[in-house]
């Protein structure tokens, strides 16, 4: 029961991030923005929702010595959530670093400080 | 222009021929289709057989497995020799269209390469580490075939993309510099050899081709059901040879025209 919970808990807010991450892909204005909204949003959640399937997995788990599969299906599902925490973030860049290189000038409200001035092509 | 009309035409006519053909097929999960209920007065069920047998023919779980390779293995063999026939046709395209000697577009290309070009550190790290795990994980989607989903052409497609990604992450080079063109082309044809030897050596010793089951004495096996197990294992190996070097030949030819030089 308490492990239902917790997991539950984990897949929730989980999906929070993938709606979160789904409404900055709509609503934000230009290109860098939604990337970050997409890259950021994805990798939490996908981490969070996959916790939660291994947790769950623990439901059930007696005897080390009976139940050892079930060790085998976390260690695959936390393999799967290393992977993301290395690919995600790293495609999430090279999307924005090809963004930058076509020239995709960012949106920048008029008078915000930013540095993006005169000295700005050091990339 | 005109040899685009009719290719055309004869796309659209093979395809209305497909399409007519599958009007013909019985629909969806019909348990009275002939596969399902069999032929009255003929053959018995042939899912039946499958679901029931599989098991003590080749000691094989995973039915889709042994029906691709070796209840059709037939079929499955010429799947490869389409891939690796595919490779080559687009490889002699490309060759041939790819002008490698044009001043103007060289000069284009080498401005594409240098624009923008700075150090990759945080991707070429990231690939460098993935690939091999990449790797490790498409030779576990080959050898658990008869396990789990998985087998020779998805196994095979991981290899060519992991050489892919490395192509992708750094240049052309550095995946060529680990896999040359000769040596690709070279494991296509082995890939396919590898399948056709086992038919071959079947047939030499008096039975059918690809029927794996004489293999016994040569497989040092128990009996002709794991000699057919270690024959599928065999041959999907085969499959994943030609699948992962017409991937990447693919791949290496339509990024750079067929030139092999920059690249993406």
């Known amino acids: 029961m308490i492990i239902s919970i917790i997991s539950a808990i984990f897949i929730i807010s989980g999906l929070f991030f993938f709606a979160g991450a789904a409404i900055g892909i709509l609503r934000f204005p230009d290109f860098y923005t939604r990337t970050h909204a997409a890259g950021k949003g994805d990798t939490l959640s996908s981490l969070l929702v996959i916790t939660g399937f291994a947790i769950y997995q623990l439901k059930g788990f007696e005897s080390f010595a009976a139940d050892w599969p079930i060790l085998l299906v976390i260690f695959k599902l936390l393999s799967v959530s290393i992977f993301i925490i290395f690919t995600s973030p790293t495609s999430t860049h090279a999307l924005m670093d090809a963004g930058w290189e076509e020239h995709n000038e960012p949106k920048i409200m008029e008078g915000r400080p930013n540095h993006l001035g005169e000295d700005s092509d050091q990339f | ?264």
């Open chain 2, 1 to 264: 222009m005109l040899s685009k009309v009719f290719a055309t035409i004869a796309v659209v006519i093979t395809g209305g021929l497909l399409l007519y053909g599958v009007y013909d097929f019985p629909s969806f999960g019909d348990p009275n289709s002939p596969p399902n209920a069999g032929v009255e007065g003929g053959a018995d069920s042939v899912s039946q057989y499958f679901i029931t047998q599989t098991y003590n023919d080749s000691k094989v779980p995973n039915i889709v497995t042994a029906v691709l390779a070796d209840y059709r293995g037939y079929d499955t063999m010429f799947e490869t020799v389409v891939v690796f026939a595919a490779g080559i046709a687009i490889f002699c395209i490309m060759r041939s269209l790819g002008n490698a000697n044009d001043p103007a577009k060289e000069k284009d290309e080498m401005h594409s390469f240098t624009h923008g070009d700075h150090n990759r550190i945080i991707i070429g790290t990231t690939c460098r580490i993935v690939v091999p795990i990449v790797q490790i994980f498409a030779l576990y989607v080959i050898a658990h075939g008869h396990y789990s989903p998985g087998g020779g052409f998805q196994g095979g497609v991981l290899l060519g993309a992991s050489f892919i990604l490395l192509a992708l992450s750094s240049d052309l080079n550095a995946a060529l510099k680990r896999l040359s063109e000769k040596n690709y082309f070279a494991l296509a044809a082995i890939g396919v050899l590898i399948y056709a030897g086992f038919g071959l050596v079947a047939q030499f010793l008096g039975a059918n081709f690809l029927e794996y089951g004489v293999l016994q004495p040569l497989l040092f096996t128990d009996g002709p059901e794991m000699a057919r197990s270690h024959s599928m294992l065999g041959v999907e190996i085969g499959v994943a040879f030609t699948v992962m070097a017409i991937m990447f030949s693919i791949y290496a030819n339509l990024s750079t025209r067929g030139t092999l030089k920059n690249g993406l």
